[in-house]
């Protein structure tokens, strides 16, 4: 069956420091993947979206990765800040459907 | 910046009783979905909705669940009969088109079972 794997345990930064974050999956062939942002309370909000012909995206302090080879996809923020801290999401998909299968997501807590 | 709004934000109701959640997607998206997410575990996806009908659904969206487009601008999740497990955060969802593209999430309501 279909898996999505991401750090299963929070992932604690100083700030200004890069945060790397990874989403893992099996048993897919995604067409693109997408990362959302979610704070304790709040709905998801999209970030970025990366095709497979895409090895690279990137949106402000955001840069995502996406290897089709290794089955995975990196995403950094740069220059952390405490603002940043928060659970993220990712979403690999194929070009079919309209679920969003996400993984648990990683929580990042940025400290001063 | 357009966004989904969903009332209530906090819905508690009986075992058994039927609830209803609203939800208006943003004006001009064409697609909506609704998603649940049970307390620490992952945003899980329930139905997709488009051209008033069903697209694609969950195994979790079952008989007790159903989905309408009452007008042009509200969009509802009903539950039949509602269970102790059914207890979750429902998060509705709105893209302007489909497959692929990036959808925005309402804050949810916080639905408790008693």
């Known amino acids: 069956s279909q898996k999505i794997e991401q750090n299963s345990e929070a992932l604690n930064i100083q700030e200004g420091k890069t945060a790397t974050l990874t989403c893992n999956y099996t048993?897919?062939?995604?067409?693109?993947l997408q990362w959302y942002r979610q704070d304790p309370g709040r709905g998801p909000v999209f970030l970025l979206l990366?095709?497979?012909?895409?090895k690279e995206k990137r949106k402000e302090r955001l840069k995502v990765t996406f290897d089709t080879t290794l089955k995975q996809s990196l995403f950094h923020i740069t220059a952390s800040q405490p603002a940043d801290s928060a659970t993220y999401l990712c979403?690999?998909?194929?070009?079919?459907?309209?679920?969003?299968?996400f993984g648990k997501g990683t929580s990042l807590l940025v400290t001063p | 910046e357009p966004e989904v709004t969903q009332t209530p934000s906090h819905q508690v109701t009986q075992m058994g009783q039927e609830v209803i959640l609203r939800c208006v997607p943003i004006?001009?998206?064409?697609?909506f979905y609704w998603y649940r997410q049970i307390l620490g575990q992952k945003v899980e996806f329930l139905v997709s909705?488009?051209?008033?009908?069903?697209?694609?659904k969950s195994e979790i969206f079952d008989d007790q669940f159903s989905v309408e487009r009452p007008d042009g601008s509200n969009f509802t999740l009903k539950i039949r009969s509602t269970k102790l497990e059914d207890s979750a955060m429902y998060f509705c969802a709105s893209s302007s088109r489909g497959p692929g593209q990036p959808q925005h999430f309402g804050d949810g309501t916080r639905l408790s079972i008693l």
């Open positions: 990366i095709r497979e012909n895409e």
């Open positions: 048993n897919y062939s995604p067409a693109y």
């Open positions: 004006s001009n998206h064409l697609y």
């Open positions: 979403a690999p998909r194929a070009n079919s459907g309209y679920a969003l299968n």
């Open positions: 909705f488009y051209n008033n009908e069903i697209s694609e």
